[in-house]
């Protein structure tokens, strides 16, 4: 065989083995806030919960296009059920927010922020806003699969201020 051939076949493969992956991602993550600080508000003091007083679920979906290798633009829905710890009335469904945000990947890695615009909150139907920040390392499982662990910080500034630190589990799929 000659070695323009050979050479041919080998640009070829590493062409086919090198495809640049699919611009679009779905994604399903599960956390649990590790650690919540809600700030004083009238006539309350403020408050630190950890799990063993307060246990919150997070379930997020969304979706994201890459804009560039490195960036991703994202739009996630957020439902946080607080399943222990809240007084006696409360509803369990604390928390439904919309998540538009900016994630830079490098490599593995990837870290991200954007506004958390939320019309439920602290278990009631009234408007919070905040920011929303996520940084964590996935890893490709074939096919297009890939899962990540991550830790969410999110800052909620309108109603009260609160901070919560999440560590999360995500699925995800590029399309």
Do not use: C
């Not at 076949?9 to 991602?25: I, M, R, S, T």
């Not at 870290?111 to 996520?134: C, H, K, M, N, W």
């Not at 990540?148 to 999440?166: D, E, I, N, T, Y």
């Amino acid at each position: 065989m000659s070695r323009r051939i050979v050479f041919a076949l080998l640009v070829a493969g590493a062409a086919v083995a090198e495809a640049p992956p699919k611009p679009w991602l779905i994604h399903a993550n599960l956390g649990v806030n590790a650690y919540t600080y809600l700030g004083a508000k009238d006539p309350d003091t403020s408050h630190h919960f950890t799990p063993d007083e307060r246990l919150v679920l997070l379930q997020q979906i969304g979706a994201g296009y890459f804009v560039h290798p490195n960036l991703r633009l994202q739009l996630m829905l957020q439902l946080a059920e607080t399943l222990s710890g809240l007084p006696a009335g409360k509803s369990t469904m604390t928390l439904f927010g919309v998540i538009p945000w900016a994630v830079l990947t490098d490599g593995r890695f990837f870290t991200g922020a954007g506004p958390l615009i939320a019309p439920r909150s602290y278990g009631q139907d009234e408007l919070d806003a905040g920011v929303f920040t996520a940084h964590g390392v996935g890893f490709p499982l074939g096919g297009g699969w890939g899962l990540a662990g991550a830790v969410q910080v999110p800052v909620m500034l309108k109603r009260r201020l609160s901070v919560q630190v999440s560590p999360a589990v995500v699925l995800l799929r590029r399309l």
